[in-house]
């Protein structure tokens, strides 16, 4: 099975890694890529402030990456006393290889299983690293339960440049693509329509896999028919819904 990995290229390995441990044939098609903010004032702001933070939500490895970036880069340190959130077990594996212990990940990874397990939010101040193309879920799930969001763009998702190899697969014919995020999903039929393809009519008529609900939903919306979604919402969840898939 063919399966094409829409992931930026410099974070496709663990996926393809995955899908070839499995004997599928993982596809490069880059779909996004991340970039860090231009201005960053507001995030160095956030950065001197974060001693008088009660909690910091990472909801993904490229938050972690961005705000280690900027304390170094201004001679900072990650706060001692500060309570860590950590969404998905890269993301706390990334805090890890900082030196950091996350105090809490919700068994669901999803921005909306965070809140319920950071106890009694009213007065406290929770600080929130996310992508520019974030939405509000997160920020507004904390303010509900009555504190307060300190959010800050950590970095930019931008558009990738169509891969030539992995448009010539498309064109071929694939068995199957995944997404890992709603990005991915929307970049993904922006890119293969410009490159005169219709995205929901590919060669091969391929599956449409999603690591979670919440991806699947966007693919939903960008048109996109959802055949499989993870139990799981992770890179082995992903996998373990395309085995036992036959190929089309």
């Known amino acids: 099975m063919r399966v094409v990995i829409t992931r930026p290229r410099d974070q496709a390995g663990p996926l393809a890694e995955a899908l070839e441990a499995q004997g599928f044939e993982p596809v490069f098609f880059p779909t996004i890529r991340i970039s860090p903010v231009t201005d960053t004032r507001r ?3 956030a950065m001197r402030c974060l001693p008088g933070c009660d909690w910091a939500v990472f909801t993904s ?3 972690v990456i961005a705000v280690w970036e900027r304390l170094e ?3 900072l340190v990650f706060p001692a006393g500060l309570r ?5 077990p890269r993301t706390a594996a990334c805090l890890a290889a900082h030196g950091i212990t996350s105090d809490f990940v919700p068994d669901e990874f999803v921005s909306e299983a965070v809140v319920p397990g950071l106890g009694d939010l009213k007065g406290m101040r929770v600080f929130l690293p996310l992508a ?3 939405g509000e879920t997160l920020a507004q799930a904390v303010e509900s339960a009555g504190g307060t969001a300190e959010v800050v763009t950590a970095y930019h998702t931008r558009s990738a440049d169509p891969d030539p190899d992995g448009l010539a697969a498309l064109r071929a014919g ?3 693509v995944a997404f890992t995020s709603g990005s ?3 970049n993904f039929a922006a890119l293969v329509r410009e490159a005169g393809l219709d995205p929901f009519q ?3 008529d391929p599956l449409i896999a999603c690591i979670g609900p919440k991806t699947a939903a966007a693919a939903q919306s960008a048109g996109f028919r959802v055949d499989l979604v993870a139990k799981e919402y992770t890179i082995e969840g992903l996998v373990s819904a395309l085995k036992g898939v036959p190929i089309r």
């Open 43 to 45: 995030l160095d702001e």
């Open 132 to 134: 520019d193309l974030a």
């Open 84 to 88: 860590v959130a950590a969404i998905g």
């Open 61 to 63: 490895a490229n938050a």
């Open 202 to 204: 590919l060669p091969g």
């Open 184 to 186: 991915t999903a929307g």
């Open 73 to 75: 880069r201004l001679g």
């Open 174 to 176: 694939v068995d199957a």
